[in-house]
């Protein structure tokens, strides 16, 4: 299975050790990996992060992709645009994900241990907290992706994904399932033990970490596949001090749109930026193909998703592109990490925001959709388009349920509230992978076509929407998903 946690400390903090004020360019420190202080521990989780990239597979799976004809060709891209089991072991491959989220874990679990070894362990209440909402994370990953869906009516039966605790301390453990109930079970008990612990002020850049923000937008995201919408909107609350999102979104109508591409990227993904809660390097070269994938973004695609919209306006992202094909919104990008000062060689990293304030913004939105308060979404939907639209007008540009109604063609005022949650979150997200989570949560059948006019169709009950588990994992007694 590859779990990766029989392995030593010692050998999992040399293997992603990295600092939190530069991108992977600090050696590990040897004196550390005893765990015996608290600094230590909280040295180690820095690695308790999936150091993996989704959003190959997951982009290459949602409807904001079209066949180019001509590109980059890689699994990863390819077959999950084929909507094929991933071929592929690299970077960016499921694969690559799963493994990454276990050695995640494997890091959480090992810090758990020290934290409960210490002699004075309310010294280590911190680091518990934060081990204990990474290892909830990382699971909550390894489930949504491995795993059917979450659905109530299902959940106790449908098969999860192994929910480690313990550090390994045999060769080849044997691990079971059980169900997605019971994943979802153990993700909030962690949650909920770890959120009242983690303490900012143990970081010294705390966008790197789950920081109290980053936590409870988790929270958020959490609540709202489980469709336990009360608690959405109490934890997006808790996000930011008094509520106040609206200064710690993305300016994209003001500052960014006076900013050059090299200067988005450079922010966008930058722990400077309020937006960002919480951010994760992944070892990725989606940096630089994001544009030039053969099934990507294209002309067609980009028209639908962002232009005119429910509010009269059309949003603001800028397009830019390479060559007649390539299209691309400067988001993020790549940073190369040589082997050493001199070398010429070396890995692609991508700075990956994990959870922003746009993404509580829309998960409260939708909360109170379900729960009828109307009047509260239409607030988030408009402060949303203030900040989005081109030229926007307060008053020419406001959304109403009226105009709800009137542009999609729905009379339920909650659906027609919904759908508008969902095309901003699309053209917010475009690029980022989120589509395929609310593609998975509302069951929408996705149809994609080759450029010679081959269909490939994803139907809401569709086994493949579930993504296979890595073959290697069987020798540790885990079924494959069925097919």
């Known amino acids: 299975m590859k779990f990766l946690t029989g392995i030593s400390v010692i050998s999992l903090g040399m293997i992603i050790l990295a600092g939190c004020n530069k991108y992977l360019d600090q050696s590990p420190d040897s004196t550390w990996t005893e765990l015996n202080t608290p600094q230590k521990v909280s040295q180690l989780l820095g690695t308790a992060y999936p150091q993996a990239n989704y959003i190959v597979f997951c982009e290459a799976m949602t409807d904001n992709v079209d066949d180019k004809g001509a590109g980059v060709l890689v699994r990863p891209n390819m077959d999950s645009y084929q909507f094929k089991d991933v071929a592929s072991t690299d970077q960016d491959s499921p694969e690559y994900y799963w493994q990454a989220c276990y050695t995640a874990i494997a890091a959480a679990n090992n810090a758990l241990k020290a934290c409960e070894a210490a002699e004075d362990s309310a010294a280590y209440s911190a680091q518990k907290g ?14 949504t992706f491995f795993s059917k869906f979450y659905d109530e009516t299902t959940a106790a039966t449908d ?34 033990a770890g959120l009242p612990l983690i303490n900012d002020q143990l970081y010294d850049v705390p966008r790197y970490h789950f920081n109290r923000s980053a936590a409870y937008a988790f929270a958020t995201r959490f609540y709202l596949f489980k469709k336990d919408y009360q608690k959405v909107v109490d934890y997006a609350g808790r996000v930011f001090p008094n509520n106040d999102l609206a200064n710690n979104m993305r300016p994209w109508n003001t500052t960014y749109s006076s900013l050059s591409p090299a200067a988005i990227v450079d922010i966008y993904a930058n722990a400077a930026e309020k937006a960002n809660l919480l951010l994760v390097e992944t070892q990725s070269v989606y940096g630089r193909y994001v544009a030039s994938y053969r099934y990507g973004l294209t002309y067609d ?31 993020l990008t790549e940073y190369f990490v040589k082997a050493s000062v001199n070398a010429t060689i070396g890995d692609p990293y991508v700075m990956v925001p994990l959870f922003t304030t746009e993404e509580v913004l829309f998960n409260r939105a939708e909360a109170n959709a379900y729960l009828g308060n109307n009047a509260a979404v239409l607030d988030d939907l408009n402060l949303f388009a203030s900040k989005r639209m081109v030229n926007y007008n307060e008053t020419d540009n406001k959304i109403t349920t009226a105009g709800i109604r009137t542009y999609y063609g729905i009379s339920n005022v909650r659906d027609g509230l919904i759908r508008t949650i969902l095309d901003f979150k699309r053209a917010e997200f475009v690029q980022e992978g989120h589509r395929w989570f609310d593609l998975q949560r509302y069951k929408v059948p996705v149809v994609h076509y080759s450029d010679k006019g081959e269909e490939f169709r994803l139907e809401p009950d569709d086994k493949r929407r579930t993504l296979q588990i890595p073959s290697s994992a069987t020798t540790s007694g885990i079924a494959l998903n069925p097919r």
Do not use: C
């Open 130 to 143: 934060e081990a204990l909402v990474a290892r909830a994370y990382a699971h909550f990953m390894l489930v």
């Open 159 to 192: 098969p999860g994904i192994p929910y480690v605790t313990e550090p390994e301390k045999v060769v080849m453990k044997q691990y079971e399932r059980k169900t997605v109930a019971y994943v979802y079970e153990m993700i909030e008990k962690d949650l909920l």
């Open 301 to 331: 695609i980009e028209q639908q998703i962002l232009g005119r919209n429910v509010s009269k306006a059309r949003f603001v992202y800028p397009l830019y592109y390479r060559g007649t094909r390539d299209y691309f919104i400067p988001k």
